[in-house]
């Protein structure tokens, strides 16, 4: 375990075991970079203060923290020793570590242990409010293309092509970053798999499909009647087909027609076309039978 000493928002120095490293702060910012993600770091006050707790729920506390190097804002989630496996930390933090370079994962970018806690730090990120987006918003598709499709396919996507199963791919685990890009998180329930597993697979599909669901729910006048324009319930239909030789794979969903209404090179997301035409309905019972999606 490495300890950082800072001084006047200055590194000055890096201790391990018996070995003390001293150097100008600009030479000893590199070499944490070098570090960061790869080792774990203890005295977290040295490098962050300002702790603001956004939510405790289960075994996890979320906060906020400040940067004494850089004044910046960051997000962390911090795990009480007693209360979490350590082989399951460890696991989360090679999982993300094997992600930190894939921009719809949640950036790892340090990581502290105490003599009580473990403290995962990341980028900063906000949550999205997604029943207070406007009709206007869900009918543009600006959002639902943005937060599910274009990133959070994508995502599955490497996930799958990693190995790897997020067990909950939902709207409460999609963030979004400065920059306005989605961010999953909640590796703590994800797991590195030894093979390739179908079912798994097939899994965070089902669930991708039932976040479109949900997003249109939130501004639905009807929750058994939600329009999805412009063959969305083709697309949906075929995320939750329960068969799993009927259910379209991640290739076939994210080369779906669905998404030729979005210029794939404009940034942020512009549609092709304005204001989409509400071509189909999705209701309880349809998504168990056929669905003429260009009616």
Same mark, same amino acid.
């Given at each position: 375990?490495?300890?950082?000493?800072?001084?006047?928002?200055?590194?000055?120095?890096?201790?391990?075991?018996?070995?003390?490293?001293?150097?100008?702060?600009?030479?000893?910012?590199?070499?944490? +970079?070098?570090?960061?993600?790869?080792?774990t770091y203890v005295?977290?006050?040295?490098?962050?203060?300002?702790?603001?707790?956004?939510?405790?729920?289960?075994?996890?506390?979320?906060?906020?923290?400040?940067? +004494?190097?850089?004044?910046?804002?960051?997000?962390?989630?911090?795990?009480?020793?007693?209360?979490?496996? +350590?082989?399951?930390?460890? #696991?989360?933090?090679?999982?993300?570590?094997?992600?930190?370079?894939?921009?719809?994962?949640?950036?790892?970018?340090?990581?502290?242990?105490?003599?009580?806690?473990?403290?995962?730090?990341? #980028?900063?990120?906000?949550?999205?409010?997604?029943?207070?987006?406007?009709?206007?918003?869900?009918?543009?598709?600006?959002?639902?293309?943005?937060? *599910?499709?274009?990133?959070?396919?994508?995502?599955?996507?490497?996930?799958?092509?990693?190995?790897?199963f997020h067990s909950?791919?939902?709207?409460?685990?999609?963030?979004?970053?400065?920059?306005?890009?989605?961010?999953?998180?909640?590796?703590?329930?994800?797991?590195?798999?030894? #093979?390739?597993?179908?079912?798994?697979?097939?899994?965070?599909?089902?669930?991708?499909?039932?976040?479109?669901?949900?997003?249109?729910?939130?501004?639905?006048?009807?929750?058994?009647? *939600?329009?999805?324009?412009?063959?969305?319930?083709?697309?949906?239909?075929?995320?939750?087909?329960?068969?799993?030789?009927?259910?379209?794979?991640?290739?076939?969903?994210?080369?779906? #027609?669905?998404?030729?209404?979005?210029?794939?090179?404009?940034?942020?997301? +512009?549609?092709?076309?304005?204001?989409?035409?509400?071509?189909?309905?999705?209701?309880?019972?349809?998504?168990?039978?056929?669905?003429?999606?260009?009616?």
């Amino acid at each position: 375990m490495l300890k950082w000493k800072c001084q006047e928002n200055k590194l000055i120095s890096l201790h391990f075991q018996q070995i003390n490293i001293q150097a100008g702060n600009e030479d000893l910012l590199i070499l944490k +970079k070098h570090l960061d993600c790869k080792a774990t770091y203890v005295g977290i006050r040295e490098i962050y203060d300002n702790v603001i707790i956004i939510q405790q729920s289960g075994i996890a506390k979320t906060c906020t923290l400040k940067s +004494k190097l850089d004044e910046k804002m960051y997000f962390c989630k911090c795990y009480k020793k007693q209360q979490v496996e +350590k082989y399951k930390i460890y #696991e989360q933090l090679i999982i993300l570590r094997k992600l930190v370079d894939f921009k719809n994962v949640a950036r790892l970018i340090d990581f502290f242990e105490s003599s009580n806690s473990y403290y995962l730090i990341f #980028e900063e990120m906000s949550r999205v409010h997604y029943h207070s987006l406007s009709h206007e918003d869900i009918q543009s598709m600006m959002f639902v293309y943005q937060i *599910i499709y274009q990133d959070i396919l994508c995502c599955i996507k490497v996930l799958i092509s990693n190995r790897i199963f997020h067990s909950q791919i939902t709207l409460q685990n999609i963030l979004i970053d400065k920059d306005q890009n989605c961010r999953l998180v909640g590796f703590d329930h994800a797991e590195q798999l030894t #093979e390739e597993n179908a079912v798994l697979n097939s899994l965070m599909l089902t669930m991708a499909g039932n976040a479109m669901i949900k997003l249109y729910q939130y501004n639905s006048v009807s929750k058994d009647s *939600i329009s999805i324009p412009d063959y969305g319930n083709s697309l949906v239909q075929g995320l939750l087909e329960t068969k799993l030789d009927q259910q379209i794979n991640i290739e076939q969903a994210l080369s779906h #027609e669905y998404f030729e209404y979005f210029d794939y090179n404009s940034s942020p997301m +512009k549609q092709q076309q304005i204001v989409p035409k509400l071509k189909s309905f999705i209701t309880q019972q349809s998504l168990s039978s056929p669905i003429d999606s260009h009616n």
